[in-house]
């Protein structure tokens, strides 16, 4: 399936992203956690350049590759801590609306509040939002795993 879209951005609007993205890492989460979280998002929305990418930054970050191959079914397995699972219960939860799933409730909110402060739950829950701006863009021009911007 080839690429819709040939053509570089706005430059407005790659500024506007670089800003987006300024405020995610400046609110204190951990880089590898904010992989994991764009990861997750990126395999639930199947945006094969996502997860390509989201892969790729995960392991220069540190990643292993035991927990970059089990984030799909991470409530399965021991190798995430108790804060790493209420931030991925976030990410599914925010992504998983088109699927009639009820959204983020309280309980899902509350268990992330529990290892997140505020400023911290603002980057997450940019990160998760900016995560699926991306993955739908990606779908709709067809982008495809493996290229680089």
């Not at 951005?9 to 670089?18: E, I, L, R, S």
């Amino acid at each position: 399936m080839e690429a819709r879209m040939k053509s570089r951005p706005n430059a407005d609007v790659t500024t506007a992203v670089q800003h987006l993205y300024k405020a995610i890492h400046a609110g204190g989460v951990e880089p590898r956690l904010l992989g994991l979280v764009h990861l997750r998002a990126s395999q639930i929305n199947g945006c094969s350049p996502c997860v390509f990418a989201g892969v790729a930054s995960a392991k220069k970050h540190g990643e292993t590759d035991e927990r970059l191959h089990n984030v799909a079914a991470w409530r399965e397995t021991p190798f995430f801590t108790e804060a790493e699972r209420a931030a991925l219960a976030l990410t599914e939860a925010a992504t998983r609306i088109q699927d009639g799933a009820p959204g983020v409730t309280d309980e899902i909110w509350d268990a992330a509040a529990a290892h997140f402060d505020d400023t911290q739950l603002s980057a997450l829950t940019l990160e998760i939002a900016l995560t699926n701006f991306f993955n739908r863009i990606n779908r709709t021009v067809r982008e495809q795993a493996g290229k680089s911007w």
